[in-house]
């Protein structure tokens, strides 16, 4: 099974083409997750993204 998981600051640079990516991969039937936090691509927001992730690889 595939799982593609996409995440992105909502004051990114990359946050529209982020948004523009996960619309793609749904349309084409990809397993998909696309997540959102404020703020940019900082450490903090990172961190966040990798326990979501991180926490969806065990269910």
Known sequence: ???YW???G???FAFK???TLSSLA???G???SYHTAPGAGYWFIWRQFLAEF???LFR
């Open 54 to 56: 991180a926490a969806s």
């Open 17 to 19: 083409g982020s948004a």
């Open 26 to 28: 749904k349309k084409v």
């Open 6 to 8: 996409i995440g992105g």
């Open 10 to 12: 909502t004051t990114d």
């Open 1 to 3: 099974m595939e799982f």
């Open 30 to 32: 990809l397993n998909t």
